[in-house]
């Protein structure tokens, strides 16, 4: 007997499942495709948001749990499977000058220590970056994670602890009797159970029958490209102007982000590889030497303001998600997991859950709206 059914195995239904598993609770958790094999293994792994500055404090104060739980997290995951996330507590750089006023501002109550450097800092800071930068930000306790270890060690987890899940079972949809769920249908049948989290990324609002409300997420496109560089050549994350390099431990610097709305494509394009490359070689001139090794796509659970949608359907007894992330997926997923379970469960709540609520208003100004802005065109 089943009492929870999570729907997509990505980093937050992998996340949910093993706290629901811990506190006893007989999981089922289903995947159409590989676990891990979406977004949550296309993201280029920082572990905040962008600019936290921009973002409601409602994402902001889940990214702040979400930090302090990740090194614990990797370890733990390092000593169970034998692989190793890579968390690594790389620091960002901001070389936007007009980051500046705001940041500072913003900083003024925050934990997070953002400190505003002159040029020969920022340069002392990553001797890479082109000379042509005069000023910038710099947040120390900023870190990273390696997207594709991660899922990786979730997903080796999950089978040490014996937590039941299926790859390659789709969900056609959910059964509701009389009002009330009942489990869901999937490509190899019927699943009975009083309890269902939709935890399906970019493909969250598709399961939801058209008589009850919808959740508002949406696919947006991102695109990264890799490029072999030895370890060293760039030591800090770079942000600028909404895209970032990230540097590996063993030296690959991955260059990303595109910003697109593209339904459910997720092909690459020529367009976005030029485009990235020829950023990352206007800020780190070395990088011309490297080869792209790589270019990818995922699609991210876009969502109003960037706020997640974590709690039960208000139409819809036992019906929860956990979705919406947007940009910020992998930086809020272990505080995201565990209030999807601790609401599922009816205990005490790691967050206050009010904001996150299905039904909570979520304005479409400040983060949502600047990051819609930035979108470019398919």
């Known amino acids: 007997m089943t009492d929870c059914i999570l729907i997509g195995g990505g980093l937050m239904g992998m996340l949910t499942a093993r706290y629901l598993h811990e506190a006893g609770a007989r999981v089922l958790l289903l995947e159409r495709g590989r676990l891990g094999g979406e977004a949550s293994w296309a993201s280029g792994g920082i572990l905040s948001p962008l600019y936290p500055w921009r973002y409601p404090p409602a994402v902001n104060r889940m990214a702040a749990v979400s930090q302090s739980m990740y090194p614990q997290l990797a370890e733990t995951l390092t000593a169970e499977t034998g692989i190793d996330p890579q968390w690594i507590q790389s620091g960002m750089l901001v070389p936007d000058a007009d980051e500046r006023p705001d940041a500072m501002r913003w900083q003024a109550g925050q934990d997070l220590l953002v400190t505003a450097l002159d040029r020969q800092e920022i340069h002392a800071c990553e001797p890479a970056l082109a000379p042509a930068f005069e000023q910038g930000l710099w947040l120390p306790d900023i870190a990273q994670i ?166 039960e359907h208000p139409e819809l007894s036992g019906l929860f998600f956990n979705t919406g992330h947007f940009r910020c997926g992998l930086a809020l997923g272990p505080a995201s997991a565990r209030l999807a379970a601790d609401l599922m469960l009816q205990r005490p709540t790691i967050l206050a859950p009010e904001a996150y609520a299905v039904g909570a208003a979520r304005s479409e100004q400040g983060a949502g709206a600047r990051l819609h802005d930035q979108m470019s065109p398919p």
């Open 146 to 311: 390696r997207s594709p270890r991660l899922v990786k060690a979730l997903r080796s987890s999950l089978s040490m602890r014996g937590i039941d899940y299926r790859e390659g079972v789709e969900v056609l949809r959910l059964r509701v009797r009389g009002g009330e769920l009942t489990g869901v249908e999937t490509s190899s049948g019927a699943i009975n159970a009083a309890r269902v989290l939709i935890t399906a990324g970019a493909w969250s609002a598709t399961l939801i029958p058209p008589a009850f409300a919808p959740v508002a997420v949406q696919p947006v496109r991102g695109q990264i490209i890799v490029l072999n560089a030895p370890p060293g050549m760039v030591r800090r994350i770079v942000l600028c102007h909404g895209d970032y390099l990230i540097p590996r431990k063993d030296g690959r610097v991955l260059v990303g982000s595109t910003l697109e709305e593209s339904e459910f494509d997720k092909s690459t394009t020529a367009a976005a590889r030029e485009e990235l490359l020829a950023k990352a070689t206007a800020w780190v001139p070395a990088l011309r030497k490297y080869p792209v090794e790589y270019h990818w796509s995922g699609l991210r659970p876009g969502s109003p303001a960037g706020i997640p949608y974590v709690g």
